[in-house]
C-alpha cells in the first residue's frame, strides 16, 4: 500500500473498518522496519512478535496487558459490524 492508498480519517466521521485495517498494516511494518525484518507476507508471526512487545511495553508501564486487550476485543465487537 502507497501513501496515496492508505486511507484518511474524515474528522466529522468514525473511521471505517478499511481504514482501520489500512492503519494496523501500516502499525506492523513500521514494527517490522524498526525491528530490521522484511514483513511476512503472512503476518502471524509479526503480529506476535509486536503484541509480544507490547506487553513489555505494558509491564514496565504497570497497565494490565489484559485489561487493554479486554478493551480492544469490545471496541472490535462494536466495530466489525460497522
Known sequence: MTTSETPQLDIAKEPT???RIA???IALRAFC???GVVPDPTPEDD???LVADLMHLCAVEHI???RI???AEMHFETERHE
Do not use: H, M, V
Open 17 to 19: 473498518n478499511t481504514q
Open 23 to 25: 492503519w494496523a498494516w
Open 33 to 35: 522496519k524498526a525491528e
Open 47 to 49: 503480529l506476535t512478535d
Open 64 to 66: 494490565s496487558f489484559n
Open 69 to 71: 486487550l479486554d478493551r
